[in-house]
């Protein structure tokens, strides 16, 4: 059973947070060092929304902190383009420290993929492969 709850009931009674918003100007950066103060005893973080809604330098801190235990992150704050060409040593200092850490593990962003978002995919691309009409 799956109830709405107002957001000082999770802070105080939070084991584990899994996030699941879009990313938008309100959710950029939600979980930040000031988020994370207000949750009363440590937890289990769980992002498979968009990486920018996890700050990495406060996920580092607070790991650091004891105030989060561990991390899964399906996604990432720094996304592949933004690191494109630079080696491991020119990566952000926060990423490269969860990176180094085995109580974050990294999946890649595959948390919405069902039996039935690759059949839609699937027909999709079908529909544009027809559309093109090419003879």
Avoid: C
């Amino acid at each position: 059973l799956v109830e709405e709850a107002p957001m000082e009931e999770v802070f105080r009674t939070a084991d584990i947070l899994s996030l699941h918003v879009p990313l938008t100007e309100e959710t950029r950066s939600l979980v930040d060092r000031e988020y994370i103060r207000h949750f009363h005893r440590p937890f289990w973080l769980i992002n498979t929304s968009r990486g920018p809604v996890v700050s990495s330098e406060a996920l580092a801190w607070a790991l650091d902190e004891g105030r989060i235990l561990g991390a899964g992150l399906d996604v990432l704050e720094y996304e592949k383009r933004s690191l494109e060409g630079l080696s491991f040593e020119d990566f952000p200092e926060a990423f490269r420290n969860l990176i180094a850490r085995d109580n974050v593990i990294f999946s890649p962003h595959v948390a919405g993929w069902t039996d039935e978002s690759l059949l839609r995919l699937a027909q999709v691309l079908a529909a544009k492969i027809k559309a093109l009409d090419v003879a």
